[in-house]
C-alpha cells in the first residue's frame, strides 16, 4: 500500500508538470512529511496535491504499523518463522511416510508411527486440526490432499509410503492415481468405505487396500469362533512377550544365499522363520531348514522383543 501511494503520488506530481525523476522525488519527500516545510513556495496545486498524498500516507502507514505490531505482540509472526522451518524441515526429509487424513484412521496411525519413531508427515485440510497436530508435534501440512502441490510440499518425491485415509472414497482414489504419478516406488496403503472402491484403488496405484469394516466384523468373527488365535495375535502385535517382524535380505547381506538352518538366525536372535515371501510376490509358509534365503527376500518372523540383527 505504501508503494502504491508513492506511485499515485508521483504520477499526480507528473500531471502537474514535473520531470519523472523530480515527481518521484516529490512524492518521497512528502510521503515522508520531510518537505512539508517547502510547501509554501509551491503552487496552490502542488499544494492541495500534497496535502493528499500526507494525508494517505499517514493513514497506510499507521494501519501498516499497527498490523506489524500485532503480528509481534500477538505471536503471530513467531508462527510464521516457525511455520517456514517446518515447511524446510519437511522438504529435507527422505524415506518418511505421508499420512492423509487425520480422523479415526488417520490418528491412530500416527500414534503407531510415532510411538515407533518412524517419520512422517501428516496432510490435512482442517485448520483446527492444526493446533492438536502442533501440540502433539507432529510434522504437517495444512492443505488438500488431492492437489498435487500439497503432497510435493509433504515430500511424496522421497517418501516411503503414504496412507490415504480421507473421508471420501472418491478423494482417496485420487490422491493414490496423483502419489502415484508422483513417486513410482511408493508403497501406498488405501482406505475404502465401500466394497466397490477397492478395485479402483487398485488400479490407481494402491499397493494395499483396507476396509476398516470388513476388518471389524473379521475380528468380531474370529473372536467368537477362534478367540485363541485372537488372543496369541494381539500379544504379537502389541509386543508384550513376542513380535512379529519382517527382515528383508539385501543383495550383501551375510545370509545371503545360505541354507535357511545355516544362517542361524534363530541361534543368534532367537527369532523364528514362518514365512518367507519371495521377489516375485510368493509366499512360502513353514518354511524348510534346507531353503535357500535369496537377495529380495522378506523374512516373517516371531521373536521376543529383544530385537532382531538386522541382515
Known sequence: ?????????????????????????????????????????????????????????????????????????????????????????????????????????????????????VPFVVVD????????????????????ATEEEVLIHAGIRNAKGLVTALASDADNVYVTLTARGLNGKLQIVAVSEGKGTETKLMRAGADRVINPHQIGATRITNLLLRPAIVEFSDVATRGVELEIGEVE????????????????????????????????????????????LKPGDTLITIRKSDGLPTT
Not at 260 to 283: C, H
Open 1 to 117: 500500500m505504501l508503494v502504491l501511494v508513492l506511485l499515485v503520488g508521483a504520477v499526480g506530481y507528473h500531471a502537474l508538470g514535473y520531470g519523472v525523476l523530480d515527481s518521484f522525488y516529490m512524492s518521497v519527500i512528502f510521503l515522508t512529511t520531510t518537505g512539508a516545510r517547502d510547501a509554501g513556495l509551491l503552487g496552490w496545486k502542488t499544494v492541495v496535491w500534497s496535502i493528499f498524498v500526507i494525508l494517505v500516507g499517514a493513514t497506510v502507514g499507521l494501519v501498516a504499523f499497527s498490523n506489524l505490531l500485532a503480528m509481534v505482540t500477538g505471536g503471530e509472526l513467531r508462527k510464521i518463522i516457525g511455520r517456514r522451518k517446518l515447511e524446510t524441515k519437511i522438504q529435507s526429509m527422505a524415506g518418511h511416510h505421508v499420512i492423509c487424513g487425520y480422523g479415526q484412521i488417520g490418528m491412530p496411525v500416527c500414534e503407531e508411527l510415532h510411538d515407533k519413531k
Open 125 to 144: 485440510n482442517d485448520p483446527a486440526k492444526a493446533s492438536v497436530l502442533d501440540a502433539r508435534g507432529y510434522l504437517h501440512i495444512l492443505g488438500d
Open 249 to 292: 535380505i539385501s543383495s550383501d547381506s551375510p545370509v545371503a544365499g545360505k541354507l535357511l538352518r545355516d544362517s542361524q538366525l534363530r541361534e543368534k536372535s532367537g527369532a523364528m522363520v514362518v514365512a518367507i515371501k519371495r521377489s516375485d510376490g510368493t509366499t512360502i509358509f513353514a518354511p524348510t531348514a534346507e531353503m535357500v
